[in-house]
């Protein structure tokens, strides 16, 4: 769920549907309701979960009492997997060896709400955050170079936020590969109850690609196009790559993040058939494609996926319209599907309100009754209403100065009660996917 700008909003997911030829498990036609919490870990994030374990578990709680169904619990992020590993980088230092994922899993099998392990795979934290990003730390040559010639490690790259300065690894880049499929492995493992995995920030940083050394090794090897030797450094050959090779670069770029995500689909059917597959993306798909190669047409028409979600956030809204996207959209993923012969994966449109994006509940009612009756297989809102109302004093002192301003928060819990524990019914459709 955001150009370079760290998802701390509202949210909710519905969803239905599968990509591809139907997988064991597909074929359930109620929509399936949603929310996931935080997408990093950061003290005014980590802190109450540290302090108060069974925090969790109240969160569940109040899940099944406004009718969500699934939650999607933070399963890697900053470069570490949120659980107690002898392999892997951990968030033991912050949560002992009770993690609150081990929690929300186990919560939330009895509790009836399924979970879906979400993982951050090419955002990896804040350079100022010390704790944060260790593998990349360990081998900068993993790090995105981009177009200026400047690394994210390097603080120059141009990723800073209000948040903090984003650092990316190399998606492309097989040791990176082989660490998000190590780590995603042991994730199955240890949380076989677990009903899918969702990624995120599964895309390029935009910062018009990556020219590290090895970027440019793998891409010369691929295209067989060879750059001139008196391009002094990595800004001249960007630029050169721009005026002479952009369209080869871009397929060759997206298509490494594109071989990822199908090495992934690959580990799931290999190890939890039948487990399900979803990302966030970019809305506009050709932008996606080219500004930060995410090709995810292309990834639900070979079936990777069994959802998709794009994120139809304000810049989106202010570009098109609910029911102009929807159709569009749809009818395009629609007829990709028929020349693949398969079915379409679900689309679950994505949502957010936080103080610099707000939608009231009544916008939010408004918003979600017209996706759904669009053809929307559901709805995403992103983030955990329940923790804000708790910790939003605590984010917003973290934050001071710039969060004096910041607005308050609604309260949906009636809303959300209204629309998911009397949901209508999904609209009736020939090839309309299940979940």
């Not at 994210?152 to 190399?170: H, K, P, Q, R, V």
């Not at 076989?192 to 090897?221: K, N, Q, T, W």
């Not at 979803?278 to 996606?288: E, L, N, Q, T, Y």
Request: net charge negative; glycine share 10%; hydrophobic share 40%.
């Amino acid at each position: 769920m955001r150009r370079v700008r760290l998802p701390l909003l509202l949210a909710l997911l519905a969803l239905v549907g599968a990509a591809g030829a139907p997988r064991p498990g597909s074929g359930q036609e109620s929509r399936v309701y949603a929310v996931w919490p935080h997408s990093d870990y950061k003290p005014w994030q980590a802190d109450v979960y540290a302090r108060d374990p069974d925090f969790v578990l109240r969160e569940l709680d109040w899940m099944r009492e406004v009718g969500i169904t699934s939650y999607l619990p933070l399963a890697l992020a900053s470069g570490r997997v949120n659980w107690p590993s002898e392999r892997f980088p951990d968030t033991r230092a912050l949560f002992g060896m009770r993690s609150p994922l081990d929690m929300a899993v186990r919560g939330g099998d009895e509790r009836g709400i399924a979970t879906q392990l979400y993982v951050l795979a090419g955002f990896v934290g804040f350079l100022e955050d010390p704790w944060a990003a260790p593998d990349l730390r360990a081998n900068p040559d993993w790090d995105v170079v981009g177009a200026d010639g400047r690394g994210t490690l390097s603080g120059e790259a141009g990723t800073a936020t209000i948040w903090g300065t984003f650092l990316w690894w190399d998606l492309g880049h097989p040791a990176v590969q082989e660490r998000l499929l190590g780590m995603l492995a042991e994730a199955l493992d240890r949380y076989p109850s677990a009903e899918g995995v969702h990624l995120d920030y599964i895309r390029g940083p935009g910062l018009g690609g990556c020219f590290s050394d090895p970027c440019l090794s793998r891409f010369g090897a691929a295209t067989g196009i060879v750059l001139p030797e008196a391009l002094p450094d990595a800004a001249a050959r960007a630029d050169y790559i721009r005026e002479h090779h952009q369209d080869d670069y871009i397929a060759w770029r997206a298509g490494e993040i594109t071989s990822l995500v199908r090495r992934v689909r690959e580990l799931l059917d290999r190890q939890r058939p039948g487990m399900t597959l979803s990302a966030d993306v970019f809305p506009g798909a050709d932008w996606a494609y080219r500004g930060v190669f995410q090709d995810w047409r292309r990834w639900a028409s070979e079936g990777l996926l069994d959802a998709v979600y794009p994120m139809f956030y304000a810049e989106a809204r202010a570009q098109w319209g609910v029911e102009e996207y929807l159709r569009d959209t749809l009818a395009d993923l629609d007829r990709r599907a028929a020349a693949a012969g398969r079915r379409r994966p679900a689309l679950v449109l994505g949502l957010a309100t936080a103080w610099y994006d707000q939608v009231s509940p009544e916008q939010a009612e408004d918003l979600i009754t017209r996706a759904l009756a669009n053809g929307a297989d559901g709805v995403a809102l992103q983030s955990l209403p329940y923790w804000w109302q708790q910790e939003y004093r605590q984010f917003r002192r973290y934050y001071l100065p710039q969060s004096a301003s910041w607005a308050p928060l609604w309260d949906y819990d009636a809303t959300l009660k209204r629309l998911f524990r009397n949901p209508q019914p999904a609209a009736p459709g020939p090839g309309r996917p299940g979940f």
